[in-house]
């Protein structure tokens, strides 16, 4: 059964920082990786999502890798912001692509001004 | 263009009653699914639809939960016999076609049972 793990559960950093957050999976047999961004009481944005062929993708501060042999994600994101402060989720889709997205409990950030 | 929506945003109810919950995805897309998310959790997988019928409801945990989406489009999440440990996020998520590379989730519900 698919397990996807994040690490840290939480963390703080001061505005202007560079951070890293880590996503890993148990079983490399993925259809494609996402990473979503929750805000306190809302639902879930779409930031990136990395093909199982592709290593990373971009947008704007944000740069998400995939090891898909090692089972690892990371999330960067350059010049850290308060408006950056949010649960951030990492989930993976399975080989054959109809499958549900399997989820973990995510890095809570929080960017201090 | 709508994105998805869920009704209502917010439901408390009492232990042991019955409570439907509401999806209306983005117009034209096929797949639709159902995931449910516990206070510091990700969300968990109940059911998926494509089209009208239930292609996988092996995250729905017992038969209390039950989920129809009758013409294709909106669906509904019924609970029966609602138990404090229901209370939860319910999110609906929508993709434009099977196999389809992203899903776009609705604001949730979230449901309380006293």
């Known amino acids: 059964k698919q397990e996807v793990t994040q690490i840290p559960a939480a963390l703080s950093v001061p505005e202007g920082e560079n951070l890293v957050l880590n996503c890993s999976f148990t079983?490399?047999?993925?259809?494609?990786l996402q990473w979503f961004r929750q805000d306190p009481g809302k639902g879930l944005t779409s930031l990136l999502l990395?093909?199982?062929?592709?290593r990373e993708q971009t947008s704007g501060r944000l740069n998400a890798s995939l090891d898909k042999s090692s089972g690892r994600s990371t999330l960067y994101i350059a010049a850290s912001q308060p408006g950056d402060s949010a649960t951030y989720l990492c989930?993976?889709?399975?080989?054959?692509?109809?499958?549900?997205?399997?989820f973990g409990k995510g890095t809570r950030l929080s960017v201090i001004a | 263009g709508a994105g998805v929506s869920q009704t209502p945003s917010n439901k408390v109810t009492e232990k042991g009653k019955y409570v439907e919950l509401r999806c209306d995805p983005i117009?034209?897309?096929?797949?639709l699914y159902w995931y449910r998310q516990s206070l510091g959790q990700g969300p968990e997988f109940l059911i998926y639809?494509?089209?009208?019928?239930?292609?996988?409801d092996s995250g729905l945990p017992n038969d209390r939960f039950f989920a129809v989406r009758p013409e294709g489009s909106v669906s509904t999440l019924k609970i029966q016999r609602t138990e404090r440990g229901d209370s939860a996020v319910y999110l609906c998520?929508?993709?434009?076609?099977?196999?389809?590379?992203?899903?776009?989730f609705g604001p949730g519900t979230r449901l309380t049972v006293l």
């Open positions: 998520a929508s993709s434009l076609r099977p196999g389809s590379n992203e899903q776009f």
């Open positions: 079983d490399s047999a993925i259809y494609n």
């Open positions: 990395i093909q199982s062929s592709q």
């Open positions: 989930a993976v889709r399975e080989l054959s692509g109809n499958t549900p997205l399997v």
């Open positions: 117009s034209g897309h096929t797949a």
């Open positions: 639809f494509q089209g009208t019928g239930a292609a996988d």
